[in-house]
């Protein structure tokens, strides 16, 4: 079962900030957070990770709390593009599988 | 970064026979690749582990005998659905990580839409 729990839908006008959260209170130490979005049809994509300290690439900004129990993804300026199903996944980074929860569909709206 | 090329993109086949989806990796060898399957508007769910030069293993309810899995090289793995029924109709994907790469988790093909009739 996914270590994860996320709302399964969100809303967001377009150009504004999309803050996409994400519990996962049973992480272990070496686990990290993952994001990854599927756009209709396409496979998953890549957006950012973490372990401890927060984030910052040319996609969006992952947010971790003290305490690693949740996360927050934030796409700064959210196009239409951005409409997807976002997934937060707890990974131990080296071996394994990723396991995919029912993740957050963000529609952006103009 | 790493890419996995996934082909066909889209199959329609008549019930009973067999369709072949390759994954492959282009610019890294993948000496593990995983296989999922999406029905839809629901997540992924893993099928299988592809392990290369060994048996797959596969998730718990997946029939072995009906989704042959091989990964004869360090870059392609097949999946092959056998004998196939209008409930095997889903999205398949694959997915491969790059292990000399950082720690960027897995990337995915872009997936097979397999259509029973």
């Known amino acids: 079962d996914a270590k994860t729990t996320q709302p399964p839908s969100m809303d967001c006008a377009e150009g504004r900030a999309a803050n996409l959260p994400c519990n996962h209170s049973t992480i272990s130490g070496n686990e990290y957070v993952y994001w990854y979005r599927q756009i209709h049809s396409q496979g998953p994509q890549y957006i950012i990770h973490g372990l401890k300290n927060n984030e910052t690439n040319e996609m969006a900004s992952l947010i971790i709390t003290e305490d690693r129990k949740s996360s927050t993804l934030i796409l700064p300026h959210a196009t239409l593009r951005d409409t997807a199903v976002y997934y937060c996944i707890v990974f131990g980074g080296s071996q394994g599988n990723l396991i995919f929860g029912k993740g957050t569909k963000l529609s952006v709206k103009p | 970064g790493a890419v996995v090329s996934q082909h066909p993109s889209r199959v329609i086949c008549k019930s009973g026979t067999s369709v072949k989806i390759e994954c492959r990796s282009l610019?890294?060898?993948?000496?593990?690749m995983f296989w999922y399957r999406q029905f839809p508007k629901q997540s992924l769910m893993l099928m299988a582990t592809?392990?290369?030069?060994?048996?797959?293993?596969?998730e718990q309810g997946v029939e072995k005998d009906k989704f042959l899995i091989n990964h004869a090289s360090l870059t392609l793995s097949t999946l092959t659905v056998t004998s196939a029924h209008p409930e095997d109709s889903s999205f398949y994907i694959c997915s491969a990580r790059d292990p000399l790469g950082s720690v960027y988790g897995y990337t995915f093909g872009s997936g097979t839409r397999l259509t029973v009739v």
């Open positions: 592809s392990n290369e030069g060994s048996k797959a293993t596969y």
């Open positions: 610019d890294f060898q993948a000496t593990t």
